[in-house]
């Protein structure tokens, strides 16, 4: 009953979605367990980017299950649109797609909430992506919140949207026309929400199914973990867990069903919207990175901020959710600088006693220490045997080894879903 737990290490965008496309082709199910409409997962296909941002990599193999787990967010109007979009690309979801009853729902007065709370915090914005996730999950933990199975009773879910856009818009200073289409998305996000209500069941349970039956699942998270809200840069992080762990408690299967963790990681960083990001590099190498890499958020085009490896937090990430092996993204970008450098370690600002590590805002206060190696002159791009690396390439992928402790098992070389680099040990 094998399960493959799939996470980012650092802060989203690490490839996740190409991973995920590859390892899904022998498998019997893909499961998101964690994010919702905020999360941008790019597969290649037939030559075009197609980008999902709620529904499961895997939908794309033809014959994989697809489920959606408790612990994520679900937006009805955008999910309607990305069906769209998959039909649109000959993708036939057909009865492959099951979502947990237990999901809770992202209703569109919520993005006038978030909108609302990001303009409050003025210079302390955290730069969400205004997909209301942070909303509902508080609606969540507050226990206000609006779950797909509560659709099944269409009468009392009707009068429930309705006492909920009220209360909400109470809450707002909006104009007669924003609110007049508040309650216009409000009834359509009403209509496809009953209309989901076919797609619901118990994830839990079929899964377990599946892997009785020793079929493969693979557990496909979403953001990263430097993204979590337990163990992430916060306050500037997401609201559902980005960790392994949750993959349990989102897909409804016990942490000995789990049998390993794959962490992925690009060969650099970068991060969309505010927060530490001690190795940012913010000169022309950092635009470099960024238009070599097309460092441009998949959900909301944002460009990203980029910079160096920070083989601290990387080491962070990979102990937090106990990583088997990693997929080392990226490599190409990388080609063309003189040197590269890795933080290895941070010291202290001078005039500060924080300690040694921190994830939160205190973070800022650390300097990292970089170790140069040397760069390469080489077009690695589509590279796909380890023997087609120059040895400086071959070189900056042991060094991540070595400080991380974790053997680098796939190098991806390139945007095609073929272009990586699998080391068998």
């Known amino acids: 009953m094998p399960t493959t737990v799939v996470v980012g290490l650092q802060w989203g965008d690490e490839g996740k979605g190409k991973m995920v496309h590859n390892l899904s082709e022998s498998a019997t199910a893909v499961a998101r367990f964690s994010g919702g409409a905020n999360a941008g997962h790019t597969v290649k296909l037939g030559g075009s980017d197609l980008v999902l941002h709620q529904v499961p990599t895997g939908l794309v193999q033809p014959a994989v299950k697809a489920f959606v787990g408790t612990g994520c967010v679900l937006d009805p109007i955008a999910l309607s649109e990305e069906l769209k979009s998959l ?65 099944a009773c269409e009468s009392e879910f009707r009068e429930a949207i309705e006492a909920q856009t009220d209360r909400c818009l109470s809450m707002l200073d909006l104009s007669s026309d924003r609110r007049t289409e508040i309650r216009r998305q409000s009834e359509r996000f009403t209509e496809l929400s009953l209309e989901l209500v076919e797609l619901a069941g118990d994830v839990s349970l079929a899964l377990e199914e599946i892997l009785e039956e020793d079929g493969l699942v693979i557990a496909e998270g979403a953001q990263g973990t430097l993204l979590d809200p337990d163990h992430g840069t916060y306050p500037y992080v997401t609201c559902g867990s980005c960790l392994s762990g949750a993959a349990s408690i989102s897909l409804g299967i016990g942490p000995s069903m789990i049998d390993e963790v794959v962490g992925v990681v690009k060969a650099y960083c970068s991060r969309v919207g505010a927060g530490p990001f001690p190795t940012e590099l913010r000169g022309d190498t950092g635009d470099m990175l960024r238009e070599k890499g ?115 098992r796939a190098v991806s070389t390139g945007p095609g879903q073929n272009d990586i680099i699998w080391r068998l040990f």
């Open 87 to 151: 039909m649109d690309a000959g993708i036939n979801v057909g009865d492959r797609l099951r979502i947990s009853s237990k999901v809770h729902l992202v209703h569109p007065v919520y993005k006038a909430l978030e909108k609302m709370d990001e303009e409050d915090r003025g210079g302390n914005a955290i730069g969400t992506t205004l997909r209301a996730i942070g909303p509902t999950y508080v609606q969540k933990f507050s226990r206000r919140g609006i779950r797909l199975e509560d659709a």
């Open 294 to 408: 097309h460092e441009y958020g998949a959900t909301t085009g944002r460009p990203r901020r980029c910079g160096w490896l920070d083989g601290v937090l990387l080491r962070y990430a990979s102990r937090l959710n106990g990583c088997h092996w990693l997929a080392l993204t990226m490599l190409d970008v990388l080609s063309g600088f003189d040197s590269l450098n890795i933080c290895t370690r941070y010291e202290l600002d001078p005039d500060s006693d924080v300690p040694l590590f921190e994830t939160g805002r205190r973070l800022g206060k650390h300097r990292p220490v970089f170790e140069e190696l040397p760069g390469w002159s080489e077009n690695i791009a589509g590279a796909t045997s380890w023997d087609d690396l120059p040895e400086q390439a071959q070189r900056y992928v042991l060094r991540i080894e070595e400080l991380v402790g974790v053997p680098v």
